[in-house]
Antibody, heavy 117, light 107 residues
Framework: QVQLVQSGAEVRKPGASVKVSCTTS????????ISWVRQAPGQGLEWMGW????????EYIRKLQDRITLTTDPSTNTAYMELRSLRSDDTAVYYC??????????WGQGSLVTVSS | DIQMTQSPSSVSASVGDRVTITCRAS??????FAWYQQKPGKAPRLLIQ???SLLSGVPSRFSGSGSGTEFTLTISSLQPEDVATYYC?????????FGQGTKVEIK
């Protein structure tokens, strides 16, 4: 069965960086894209970006493109999201999700990132 | 960027009622459109993709329709387990965007 398992909760100070992992199983990794979606406390869903697991091509939302890097490691079927220069409004649950037909059919369990001094 | 506006922002209905949620796009989009259900503390669950294709395992009381700039999610007979927040999402063009969510409650 398809599974996406994310790394655990993180606490960072403002200005620091965080790297969240998403280890997949149950499907051919390079055949699907991975998107990252975040959800601030009590708020809606925000799509952050997308990476092709086949060739590493990426798309990012404009407001994050200077601070975010998405990567994959096909040897371990793992995707990574790194966010730099963290601010308090980056506090959120971060999800990875498998892309299919422009939608997200399987999701990780979420990783809470808290940014606090 | 394509803005997605959902209405209503919340709805309270009785068990067995028909519930309709609308999502309007700021410009015409293709059929790359989806609906998700999210329960508190859980990851979203994909219900419908490409506007009207029901995912395997999703109850048939859920249906999706629409085209152009207006799309709808219908729950034909609301059940207690449908209490959740529902989001629409477009993948017509980058950046992909979600609606702000519609909270569905039981009256």
């Amino acid at each position: 069965q398809v599974q996406l398992v994310q790394s655990g909760a993180e606490v960072r100070k403002p200005g620091a960086s965080v790297k969240v992992s998403c280890t997949t199983s149950g499907y051919i990794f390079t055949r699907y894209t991975i998107s990252w979606v975040r959800q601030a406390p009590g708020q809606g869903l925000e799509w952050m970006g997308w990476i092709s697991s086949f060739n590493g091509n990426t798309e990012y939302i404009r407001k994050l493109q200077d601070r975010i890097t998405l990567t994959t490691d096909p040897s371990t079927n793992t995707a990574y999201m790194e966010l730099r220069s963290l601010r308090s409004d980056d506090t959120a649950v971060y999800y990875c999700a498998r892309g299919d037909e422009g939608s997200f059919d399987f999701w990780g369990q979420g990783s809470l990132v808290t940014v606090s001094s | 960027d394509i803005q997605m506006t959902q209405s209503p922002s919340s709805v309270s209905a009785s068990v067995g009622d028909r519930v309709t949620i609308t999502c309007r796009a700021s410009q015409e989009i293709s059929s790359w459109f989806a609906w998700y259900q999210q329960k508190p503390g859980k990851a979203p669950r994909l219900l419908i993709q490409t506007t009207s294709s029901l995912l395997s395992g999703v109850p048939s009381r859920f249906s999706g329709s629409g085209s152009g700039t207006e799309f709808t999610l219908t729950i034909s007979s609301l059940q207690p387990e449908d209490v959740a927040t529902y989001y629409c999402q477009q993948a017509n063009s980058f950046p992909w965007t979600f609606g702000q969510g519609t909270k569905v409650e039981i009256k």
